[in-house]
């Protein structure tokens, strides 16, 4: 099997049973979306959720999140992982986003790197859901699908990305990140993958072999 027949399969399968496909993360605007994707490094969607609409609610804006301080921000989202962190980088991103920005979450993937918790697999996350941008995000789970499907060989996400968006149509990008998070978190995991059951096991090339 050629990469192009496995990506033409695999693709032509999501088109077909997954044509909708979208963020599990709970959020109403931009910028709430930039908020739960810097709380979602590293800890479950599930969990975001569970702490964001009380955030939400005590800092609606930007305004509000800049001028929050520690303590507060801290002691609702402690129950996620890297508390400390998060809750310097959520405030610091707040005052750069009013600062740089004028409040408005920025539609292109370098301004977004520019602030404070957002590395470039949150910079697609954001372009993609909300811009609609040609982008494909590479967490842990898009990582491990793509390796084991086949098709990638990339040693870093960013590798994985751009061996993804060289063989996605753009127009299916945004919608194909949310392919594979799916199909990892639910089908395709880390520790005993449903192989039997995966749609699209025809075109893996682990499929026999975990």
């Given at each position: 099997?050629?990469?192009?027949?496995?990506y033409s399969?695999i693709?032509d399968?999501?088109?077909r049973?997954?044509?909708?496909?979208?963020?599990?993360?709970?959020f109403?605007?931009?910028?709430?979306?930039?908020?739960?994707?810097?709380?979602s490094?590293?800890?479950?969607d599930k969990?975001?959720n569970?702490?964001?609409?009380?955030?939400?609610k005590a800092?609606?804006?930007?305004?509000?999140?800049?001028?929050?301080?520690?303590?507060?921000?801290?002691?609702?989202?402690?129950s996620?992982?890297?508390?400390?962190?998060?809750?310097?980088h959520l405030i610091?991103?707040?005052g750069?986003l009013?600062?740089?920005?004028g409040?408005?979450?920025?539609?292109?993937?370098?301004?977004?790197?520019?602030l404070?918790g957002?590395?470039?697999?949150?910079?697609?996350?954001?372009?993609?859901i909300?811009?609609?941008?040609?982008?494909?995000?590479?967490d842990t789970?898009?990582f491990?699908v793509s390796h084991?499907?086949g098709?990638?060989?990339?040693s870093t996400p960013?590798?994985?990305?751009?061996d993804?968006?060289?063989?996605?149509?753009?127009?299916?990008?945004?919608v194909?990140?949310?392919?594979?998070?799916l199909?990892?978190?639910?089908?395709?995991?880390?520790?005993?993958p449903?192989?039997?059951g995966?749609?699209?096991?025809?075109?893996?090339?682990?499929?026999?072999?975990?």
């Amino acid at each position: 099997m050629t990469l192009k027949e496995r990506y033409s399969g695999i693709v032509d399968w999501f088109v077909r049973n997954r044509p909708v496909a979208q963020s599990e993360l709970d959020f109403a605007s931009p910028f709430q979306l930039l908020v739960a994707v810097i709380l979602s490094a590293q800890c479950t969607d599930k969990r975001v959720n569970l702490v964001t609409p009380a955030l939400f609610k005590a800092f609606p804006t930007p305004e509000k999140l800049s001028a929050a301080s520690f303590d507060d921000v801290y002691e609702l989202i402690r129950s996620v992982s890297y508390p400390n962190s998060k809750t310097r980088h959520l405030i610091d991103m707040a005052g750069k986003l009013l600062a740089d920005f004028g409040g408005e979450v920025p539609d292109d993937i370098d301004s977004l790197m520019s602030l404070p918790g957002v590395g470039r697999k949150t910079a697609n996350v954001i372009a993609s859901i909300v811009y609609d941008k040609p982008v494909i995000a590479v967490d842990t789970h898009v990582f491990r699908v793509s390796h084991r499907l086949g098709l990638s060989r990339g040693s870093t996400p960013y590798e994985v990305e751009q061996d993804l968006e060289r063989h996605i149509p753009a127009e299916l990008r945004p919608v194909a990140h949310h392919w594979l998070i799916l199909h990892g978190r639910y089908v395709c995991t880390a520790r005993k993958p449903a192989c039997d059951g995966c749609g699209i096991s025809q075109w893996c090339a682990s499929f026999g072999k975990l």
